[in-house]
T-cell receptor
């Protein structure tokens, strides 16, 4: 079955460490996205990529970095510069990253906790 | 930043009751989506709306794209315990189709008492 796989599901990090969250999709979607979710808040866009080797900052990109070397993969690195990294991270993809209506398919999420 | 106001923030209802929630914006949208998120999982698409005035059903769920293009609502009829979760509205602003970016509401947390 096609879908989006995020790993790990749970991750613990010490302050000052960088961590990388994996996101892989086999839907043949062009666009991929990373969102951050905090309790009581909506989803906030971190980074998005419409095509391979290209990505743009979202609303809260500071302290995060991404790469898009392959169409199927869009890993997110949470760096030590991110002041409050504890959150639930959601990866998504869509078939139309450019024009037209945009429907996102989400992964199951990764919960990052900073100790 | 976020530009969608979703209400209510939370609801606690009895099984069998109907539920209504809505999203409003100061901007015009050309797409409205409604998602449901189970605890610890990613959101799953429930209904997509693409035209002003459009009314679409999915089982016990009904959603409408407001005539002004600045709002949308979701109704759930005859709620059951598995309806528990967080419901998000999301929209694509008119003129943003070249980026494909969605804006999300803050979510409505629904709890159903058996």
């Amino acid at each position: 079955d096609g879908g989006i796989t995020q790993s790990p599901k749970y991750l613990f990090r010490k302050e000052g460490q960088n961590v990388t969250l994996s996101c892989e999709q086999n839907l043949n979607h062009d666009a991929m996205y990373w969102y951050r979710q905090d309790p009581g808040q909506g989803l906030r866009l971190i980074y998005y990529s419409q095509i391979v080797n290209d990505f743009q900052k979202g609303d809260i990109a500071e302290g995060y970095s991404v790469s898009r070397e392959k169409k199927e993969s869009f890993p997110l690195t949470v760096t030590s510069a991110q002041k409050n990294p504890t959150a639930f991270y959601l990866c998504a993809s869509s078939i139309k990253g450019g024009t037209g209506a945009n429907v996102l398919t989400f992964g199951a999420g990764s919960r990052l906790t900073v100790l | 930043g976020q530009q969608l106001n979703q209400s209510p923030q939370s609801m606690f209802i009895q099984e069998g009751e109907d539920v209504s929630m809505n999203c409003t914006s100061s901007s015009i949208f050309n797409t409205w989506l409604w998602y449901k998120q189970d605890p610890g999982e990613g959101p799953v698409l429930l209904i997509a709306l693409y035209k002003a005035g459009e009314l679409t059903s999915n089982g016990r769920l009904t959603a409408q794209f407001g005539i002004t293009r600045k709002d949308s609502f979701l109704n759930i009829s005859a709620s059951i315990p598995s309806d528990v979760g967080i419901y998000f509205c999301a929209g694509q602003r008119a003129g943003s189709s070249n980026t494909g970016k969605l804006i999300f509401g803050q979510g409505t947390t629904l709890q159903v008492k058996p």
